[in-house]
């Protein structure tokens, strides 16, 4: 049956919803990738049922979100856990995340699924470089203690304390030389988080990627990878083309992912992705492309998410979850569109539809009918006449 769906401008326009999704998200998982490494940074679903307030501290279903990391798991897609995309300093409070790491990491062991943790320092708001590099710690503990891999992820505290690229490349020497096994480091841009302007000691950004390059040629043995989140493919590729050997670019940028996972004649980037948890089985059916080495095939399936990618991805990008755990509802990987910290309102209703109305045109919905009853459902509660 036909949706109305609600546009910016007031009006409706009529959607016909799909009757098939797309073929490769039924297809059975397969095995690990061998061209690429990849991650989905996945969302947590919220208790829908627990008796919160917006600043209370996060209320999760354990069930439905370890239900979801098995998900990608079974798809060949390693797990980004406790990044932003799980709300991190927006909703989901660093007791949680802690429980959050251990749990999943606990499940990927059970199910031989690939695992990375954020480590950060949202126990602070602010802090001396001492207390930074104390909260950092106690998380990096964490997770290696869970036996996943580390992912130092951007502060708020540290961007808020150092007085310049002294302060971080102590700070970041000092982690990597305690570390025990090879950790990702992130560089989140403010187009995520506000709060991280002048990362690295510098709002130049040939400035601070010049002290980013610093942090990793003085400990490569402890670099994994890096994680870039800038939203600008060519700086991207310019970075990586100066890594040290067996460094990895894992990319960031949900806004080109595709072309700099393909790469060109000097690299490619792996991939670190949040746009990955609502892309999951046509990803991972894209990366196998690229195992085989068609390139074309991979890029004939990913290049038609770009535009549904950048849609949930737009200014304030930072609000981007609330759109990712609107399609798990869709597709049918939770119950409700429920998020910890009432994050669930970050988006309004034309944003939303738009969301399902290129999910839809792209088939990414196991069962397209369920997708179109809870579209319908969430347009009648906005009071939108069908």
Not at 221 to 235: C, E, H
Not at 333 to 362: I, K, N, W
Request: hydrophobic fraction near 40%; include cysteine; proline fraction near 5%.
């Amino acid at each position: 049956m036909t949706l109305h769906l609600p546009g910016a401008d007031g009006t409706l326009r009529a959607h016909e919803p799909r009757t098939e999704p797309l073929a490769v998200t039924r297809e059975a998982p397969g095995s690990a990738f061998t061209s690429r490494t990849v991650f989905s940074a996945a969302h947590v679903v919220a208790d829908p049922f627990a008796d919160t307030t917006p600043d209370s501290p996060a209320a999760v279903d354990w069930d439905a979100t370890l239900a979801f990391r098995r998900h990608l798991w079974s798809h060949g897609l390693g797990v980004a856990e406790a990044m932003d995309t799980a709300q991190r300093g927006m909703g989901l409070d660093w007791a949680t995340a802690a429980e959050l790491i251990r749990r999943s990491a606990a499940e990927a062991r059970a199910t031989g699924g690939r695992i990375a943790c954020g480590v950060g320092t949202d126990q602070l708001t602010a802090g001396t470089l001492a207390e930074v590099r104390a909260a950092y710690e106690e998380q990096l503990a964490v997770v290696e203690e869970s036996g996943a891999q580390a992912i130092l992820m951007a502060s708020r505290a540290l961007a808020a304390t150092a007085k310049g690229p002294d302060d971080y490349l102590e700070v970041y020497g000092h982690l990597l030389r305690q570390s025990a096994e090879p950790v990702v480091l992130h560089w989140l841009g403010p187009m995520f988080d506000p709060a991280l302007e002048g990362y690295w000691g510098s709002s130049d950004l040939d400035t601070a990627t010049d002290t980013f390059l610093e942090v990793i040629a003085a400990h490569p043995d402890k670099v994994d990878g890096i994680k870039v989140s800038l939203l600008d493919a060519q700086r991207e590729i310019d970075l990586r083309r100066r890594l040290p050997r067996g460094v990895r670019c894992y990319t960031g940028d949900d806004f080109n992912y595709p072309e700099l996972i393909a790469g060109d004649e000097q690299g490619f980037s792996h991939a670190l992705l949040g746009i990955f948890d609502p892309l999951g089985p046509l990803a991972a059916a894209a990366v196998r492309h690229l195992d085989t080495g068609d390139t074309e095939g991979f890029r004939a399936l990913l290049d038609p998410t770009v535009e549904l990618s950048r849609h949930l991805f737009r200014a304030p990008t930072r609000y981007y979850k609330t759109g990712v755990v609107f399609l798990a509802w869709l597709a049918g990987h939770q119950s409700h569109f429920t998020m910890v910290g009432g994050l669930q309102s970050a988006r309004s209703l034309p944003h939303l539809a738009r969301a399902y109305e290129l999910a839809d045109g792209l088939g990414l919905f196991p069962d397209p009918k369920l997708a179109e009853e809870r579209m319908r459902t969430l347009l009648d509660l906005y009071g939108v006449t069908q």
